[in-house]
């Protein structure tokens, strides 16, 4: 008998950032790797990955990772991952394709060896392990779902997933082949439970055209329209629309325009050159059409610089029609809101279609009961969800036949142990966590500086500066204080006087312990000492505590003649040189 553990690295109880992993007899099946957007309250970090110790830590049993498809939220991952381990990642063509331009853009150079094309009722040969490929219906065509074949029976990871027994395109699922898989005995099912609480079939919810086909018709009328990359779906909608219309299409977004050059996904959709346009050709148009894609907050950066009239090529005119045709991805909710008013304040009009119109292609309540009912398992595990949702899924495998005691409900970390007779969670845990991707730089964001930004932020920063004499630690400068989001204050203001006050108190405190006892002399204790005091300080006049740097150098004063000039915001000190002082005063 197989010795089988289920483990999600990331993904549960939190939306995206899926990558699991299926230990069987000490051999890792990866499934998934994405990425997911920060909270509002993450300052200036791009994406979140998941911590991948447990990847390097047993880079000897991973068989491969397996991308159900290109969605940043599945596959975002790869790139970051195959900068630390070396590793084959099997996907299909649109996968591989998305995934490349990606690794690319970050730099990831001489991992296109890694890639292995797959493709529909594909059996990939492990040994004693078999994983078979099975298409699913989702917002990118092709979609794949994994039955792994064991001695303790099929083990099946759906992926991303709708029930559509009407959708006969490249976007279609195998029922065929899934019945063929259930035959062979699922021991469990392992789905997408993201969006369990809509208590419905997802479809015909998922579809554009109803409310795209009437403003495509409108003469003498350019149409821009947004969505995210991973939205393959609505961009065939919106192609199929625009030929229907005569209307050119133009597309604003790499991955989004090698997808369509590739002419991967013209088993339906038949584009050829006449249908294209480039965007200087869309601008010049009295009825093109333009797609504007991108992942995450990337499309809401590309929307905003055009309706800020930024862009180097398009602008929104009186006669354009915007449709933004994506609801909100998690964790952008509030930079979608931000991004319609800035386009209502734009010449052209605003349609934009809400999670209440249009429903993200993933698998409802109902759903969730037809696959399980398809697959007869006997374990169901739920994942790339909220706690809430997992409850919603619990309720609708049960509803499709699943008894309650094997529904296995686990969070990031836990392991999970399949065997014939029961399902247990181990008291072993595996180490996961987030990493802050800031830019080009992987996990060099930790809590201390996101603490620090969330400071920044709200109280500000002060920068003390002044000079000592390195033979005597005597001060030999003005004192300088410069305050950034802190108040608004005038130089006539006291507190510059009180402070700067405070700061030559200590700095002449330090100067006596030199003297008496050179050998207790420490200047970072002096900076720390004035840190705090300025802060006190501060914090009692306006109530903020902000960031405090203090910087002290020091030169040897032998000849140095300091420079004095008349200012009521500076302290009065004394000088050894000060008749040279009066006198180069006078002189200038």
């Not at 990642?89 to 060896?113: D, F, G, P, S």
């Not at 919810?205 to 969505?227: C, R």
Request: glycine residues 6%; neutral net charge; contains cysteine.
């Amino acid at each position: 008998m197989a010795n089988i553990r289920f483990m999600p690295i990331g993904g549960q109880d939190e939306r995206g950032k899926n990558i699991f992993a299926l230990e069987i007899d000490q051999e890792l099946f990866i499934f998934d790797a994405g990425i997911k957007f920060p909270d509002k309250g993450i300052l200036g970090v791009d994406v979140v990955i998941p911590k991948l110790d447990f990847l390097k830590n047993n880079i000897k049993k991973i068989r491969g990772i397996f991308i159900s498809n290109p969605a940043s939220y599945n596959s975002g991952a790869i790139s970051y991952i195959l900068k630390e381990i070396d590793v084959p990642v099997y996907c299909n063509e649109i996968t591989t394709v998305v995934l490349k331009i990606k690794a690319q853009r970050l730099r990831v150079k001489n991992k296109e060896q890694n890639f292995h094309i797959i493709k529909e009722r594909d059996i990939l040969d492990f040994g004693k392990v078999k994983v078979e490929v099975f298409r699913t219906t989702s917002s990118s065509p092709q979609s794949c779902g994994f039955a792994v074949h064991t001695e303790n029976g099929v083990i099946v990871y759906a992926g991303d997933y709708i029930i559509d027994g009407k959708e006969q395109s490249y976007f279609s699922t195998d029922f065929a082949h899934l019945n063929e898989i259930s035959k062979k005995g699922v021991l469990a099912l392992i789905a997408d439970a993201e969006y369990a609480s809509r208590m419905d079939f997802t479809v015909p919810n998922h579809k554009i055209e109803n409310y795209i086909a009437s403003p495509f018709k409108e003469k003498k009328t350019k149409i821009a329209v947004g969505i995210f990359e991973e939205d393959i779906f609505k961009l065939g909608e919106i192609c199929m629309a625009a030929k229907e219309n005569g209307r050119k299409i133009a597309v604003y977004g790499r991955t989004m325009a090698a997808i369509i050059e590739s002419n991967m996904i013209n088993e339906n959709l038949i584009l050829s050159k006449d249908d294209l346009c480039s965007v200087e050709e869309y601008m010049a148009s009295e009825n093109g059409v333009l797609i504007i894609s991108g992942t995450g907050d990337v499309l809401y950066s590309k929307l905003a610089k055009i309706a800020n009239g930024n862009d180097d090529v398009v602008e929104f005119g009186e006669k354009d029609l915007i449709i933004l045709a994506t609801p909100p991805a998690a964790g952008v909710e509030k930079r979608h809101a931000q991004i319609l008013d800035e386009l209502a304040r734009t010449d052209a009009r605003l349609i934009a279609l809400s999670d209440k119109n249009i429903w993200s292609m993933h698998a409802s309540y109902e759903d969730i009961k037809m696959l399980v009912s398809i697959m007869n398992p006997k374990y169901f595990i739920p994942i790339k969800a909220l706690y809430k949702d997992f409850l919603k899924a619990e309720k609708a495998a049960i509803d499709g036949g699943v008894k309650p005691e094997n529904i296995g409900i686990i969070d990031n970390g836990e392991i999970l142990v399949l065997s014939k007779n029961h399902l247990a969670i181990s008291q072993e845990r595996i180490e996961t966590g987030d990493v802050y991707v800031d830019g080009v730089g992987v996990g060099d964001v930790g809590s201390v500086v996101l603490n620090e930004r969330k400071q920044l932020a709200t109280d500000g920063v002060i920068i003390v500066g002044a000079t000592i004499d390195t033979r005597n630690k005597e001060l030999v400068s003005l004192i300088d204080t410069q305050m950034r989001g802190v108040l608004y204050i005038s130089e006539e203001n006291p507190i510059f006087k009180i402070l700067q006050k405070q700061i030559a108190e200590i700095i002449k405190k330090g100067e006596s312990l030199y003297k008496e006892t050179p050998g207790q002399y420490e200047l970072s204790d002096i900076k720390r000492e004035i840190i705090s005091k300025v802060r006190s300080s501060i914090k009692q006049e306006s109530g903020k505590q902000p960031i405090v740097l203090a910087i002290i150098n020091e030169i040897d004063g032998k000849d140095y003649v300091p420079y004095i000039r008349n200012t009521r915001n500076v302290t009065n000190y004394q000088n050894k040189n000060s008749n040279y002082s009066k006198k180069n005063n006078k002189n200038n």
